[in-house]
C-alpha cells in the first residue's frame, strides 16, 4: 500500500492540536504550529522527490543519465555533426587550411576538415558542420562561401558534392534514453540473443528501432535491420550501416557472421471517402493512420485490415468512410517495412 504524503493544512492542524494543550493557548500556538508544519510538509516533498529518483521511469534528467551511466555501455548519446566533401575551382598552389569556415546562405556554418594545396581547376576536400545536429544535413548541390575570403580560389565558392553532407543527428531525447535504461531491466542479456543484436544497434547514435533476424543467409549468420526515424532519410545510407557494422563485429560471438540491413519501405497508399469530409477530418484521419504505422508496421509485419477501419472510424469528426483500398490485410516479407503512403481522396 502506498504511503500517502500528508497534505499541508493536515500537518498544521496536527501540531495545533498537539499545542493546544492548557498551558499553551495563550502563546503563540498558532505561529509555531505553521512554522513546524511548513518544515514538514518541505521533508515530506524531499521524500516523495527521492522515491522518485529511485526507478528511471520517474526520474529526473540528471538521475536518469547517472543510471544509464552505470547500465548501459553507450549512456546518453551524444550530437553529431554533418559530414560530406565539397568541390571548389582554384589556381594552382592556392592553400585551403583546416578550420577554414563556410557558410551557406541560410546561415549554416561548416569547417574544413582536411587541407589542400590546390592544382589548378577543380579540387575537393571534406568538411563538416560547425555546431553538432541535424540541422548541418543537407542535400548536395548546395553552395558555400568562405566567412573570409580566399586568395586563389575561383569565385570564392564551394559545392557540396553527393551524396551531401550527412550524419549529423540531436543528442538523444531524454525520452529516448530513458527507453533505454527500462529495457535494460528488462531484456537481460544472454551473450549473443536476438534482443542482444537489436541492444547493441540502438547503442549507436542515430538508431532509432532495430531487428534481428537469424539464419539470415543459412546457419550461422545474423541479419540486423536498422532505422533512424529522427533523420531527414530514415532509411539508413550505407556510411551509417558500416558504423554499426562495426559496432557491433567486436561484441558479436566469435562464431556469428553478422549483416546489417536497411529495411525495405513499402508505402501503403489509402483510397478512401470520408463523412464528412472536411479538411480537418482529413487531416485527422491522415495524424491517426500514421500513428497506426508507428504502432503496429514491425518489420516483415503485416497490417490488418480490421486496424485500419479502426484507426479511421476513432477518428474525432469522423462520421462515417467508404475505405477503397486496401480491402484486406496488407502482408509484408520478412525483410519490409510498411510505411504511410498518403491518402487519395474520393
Known amino acids: 500500500m502506498p504511503f500517502e504524503t500528508p497534505s499541508l493544512p493536515v500537518l498544521i492542524k496536527r501540531t495545533q492540536s498537539d499545542l493546544a494543550g492548557d498551558s499553551l493557548r495563550q502563546s503563540d500556538a498558532q505561529v509555531l504550529a505553521r512554522t513546524l508544519g511548513g518544515a514538514a510538509y518541505g521533508l515530506y516533498g524531499y521524500l516523495d ?69 590546390s592544382v589548378n581547376g577543380v579540387n575537393s576536400t571534406s568538411i563538416a558542420a560547425l555546431e553538432a545536429g541535424s540541422l548541418g544535413n543537407t542535400d548536395a548541390g548546395l553552395t558555400l562561401t568562405p566567412v573570409q575570403p580566399i586568395t586563389g580560389i575561383v569565385g570564392n565558392s564551394f559545392v557540396v558534392l553527393a551524396p551531401g553532407l550527412s550524419g549529423g543527428v540531436a543528442r538523444e531525447s531524454l525520452e529516448s534514453l530513458r527507453s533505454r535504461v527500462i529495457r535494460s531491466y528488462r531484456v537481460i542479456p544472454h551473450g549473443g540473443s536476438a534482443s542482444d543484436y537489436e541492444t547493441w544497434a540502438l547503442e549507436v547514435p542515430g538508431v532509432t528501432r532495430a531487428w534481428c533476424r537469424g539464419g539470415f543467409l543459412g546457419p550461422g549468420t545474423v541479419g540486423v535491420y536498422i532505422m533512424r526515424d529522427d533523420d531527414p532519410q530514415p532509411v539508413p545510407n550505407a556510411d551509417q ?12 560471438p566469435v562464431t556469428a557472421e553478422v ?43 503485416k497490417l490488418l485490415i480490421s486496424h485500419i477501419r479502426e484507426a479511421i472510424s476513432s477518428t474525432s469528426g469522423e462520421n462515417d468512410h467508404v475505405l477503397t483500398a486496401p480491402v484486406a490485410d496488407v502482408s509484408a516479407a520478412a525483410n519490409q517495412l510498411l510505411t504511410f503512403g498518403g491518402c487519395v481522396w474520393g
Open 49 to 117: 522527490w527521492i522515491a522518485e529518483q529511485i526507478l528511471p521511469d520517474t526520474a529526473d534528467e540528471s538521475t536518469l543519465e547517472r543510471i544509464a551511466a552505470l547500465r548501459l555501455n553507450q549512456p546518453r548519446k551524444p550530437a553529431q555533426v554533418a559530414t560530406g566533401s565539397v568541390s571548389y575551382s582554384a589556381t594552382a598552389g592556392a592553400v585551403l587550411d583546416v578550420d577554414t569556415l563556410l557558410q551557406s546562405n541560410d546561415g549554416r556554418t561548416y569547417k574544413v576538415t582536411a587541407a589542400r594545396t
Open 241 to 252: 550501416l558500416a558504423e554499426v557494422q562495426a559496432y557491433i563485429d567486436p561484441l558479436r
Open 259 to 301: 549483416h546489417v540491413q536497411a529495411p525495405v519501405q513499402v508505402p501503403v497508399v489509402y483510397q478512401l471517402k470520408l463523412t464528412p469530409d472536411t479538411t480537418a477530418v482529413r487531416a485527422a484521419v491522415e495524424a491517426q493512420l500514421r500513428d497506426l504505422h508507428n504502432r503496429e508496421a514491425d518489420l516483415g509485419e
